[in-house]
C-alpha cells in the first residue's frame, strides 16, 4: 500500500495550490483521510481530513481558505487551498486509515510529503 501525494510548490501570497494522495494496491476500506503539515522546527499538525461519509474537519487556521474532499472511487484525497499566507509554508503529508483486510483493524498509512512554499 502506497500513498503518492503531489502538487506541491512555490506560490505568492494569495495564490492558490491544490494538493492530492492517491492510494494504491490492494485494499479493503478507507476510513478517513487528511492531511497534515509539517513546519521548520514545529510538530506535524492535522490541517483537515475528512471520513468516508463526508464529515470533514478543518484546523482554526485554515477554514474558510482550504477545502479538502475525496473521490472514493479513485481512492483519492484533495486539498485546494486559496489565500496562502507565508505561514501555510510546510511540508504536507498525506494520511489514510485503512484496512487492507476486512479482518484486521485499520491502521494510519502516510504518504511521502509534498513541499510547499508560500513566498514573494
Known amino acids: 500500500v502506497q500513498l503518492q501525494a503531489c502538487g506541491g510548490g512555490l506560490v505568492q501570497p494569495g495564490g492558490s495550490l491544490r494538493l492530492s494522495c492517491a492510494v494504491s494496491?490492494?485494499?479493503?476500506?478507507?476510513?478517513?483521510m487528511g492531511w497534515y503539515r509539517q513546519a521548520p522546527g514545529k510538530q506535524r499538525e492535522l490541517v483537515a481530513d475528512?471520513?468516508?461519509?463526508?464529515?470533514?474537519n478543518y484546523s482554526d487556521s485554515v477554514k474558510g481558505r482550504f477545502t479538502i474532499s475525496r473521490d472514493n472511487a479513485k481512492n483519492t484525497v484533495y486539498l485546494q487551498m486559496n489565500s496562502l499566507k507565508p505561514e501555510d509554508t510546510a511540508v504536507y503529508y498525506c494520511?489514510?486509515?485503512?484496512?487492507?483486510?476486512?479482518?484486521?483493524?485499520?491502521?494510519?498509512?502516510w504518504g511521502q510529503g509534498t513541499q510547499v512554499t508560500v513566498s514573494s
Open positions: 494520511n489514510a486509515d485503512l484496512k487492507i483486510k476486512f479482518w484486521q483493524n485499520s491502521y494510519a498509512y
Open positions: 494496491g490492494r485494499i479493503f476500506s478507507i476510513n478517513a
Open positions: 475528512i471520513t468516508s461519509d463526508g464529515r470533514i
